[in-house]
């Protein structure tokens, strides 16, 4: 494998790190509805403002989010809401697993 090719593929490897914390696929998951402020998500995943400010900065810093300052405020929303799609396909893999279980407990 080339250098450019690996680059990709570390690449992709550092947006699905982005992903892999509960209180990141949280916060996606709220900005699929519209931008929020950090105090606004703060509330609805139960962190303090420094760490839902340092889960923000992994998610924008893989290029997920981008954020927009309105007053004294910032507004975090989807970049690249096409992320939805892949919580489809999680959501299709969990399925399949639990039919799997179900046939093989037959």
């Not at 709220?30 to 950090?38: K, M, P, Q």
């Amino acid at each position: 494998m080339d250098q450019r090719q690996q680059a990709r593929w570390e690449a992709r490897a550092q947006v699905l790190k982005s992903l892999a914390h509960p209180s990141r696929l949280m916060i996606v998951d709220e900005l699929s509805r519209g931008a929020r402020c950090v105090a606004e998500l703060r509330e609805i995943i139960g962190c303090d403002m420094s760490t839902v400010s340092r889960h923000l900065a992994v998610l924008k810093n893989a290029g997920l989010l981008a954020d927009q300052r309105q007053g004294v405020q910032v507004f975090y929303f989807l970049k690249t809401p096409c992320v939805l799609d892949f919580f489809e396909c999680v959501e299709s893999v969990l399925a399949n697993n639990v039919q799997e279980k179900i046939y093989l407990a037959r």
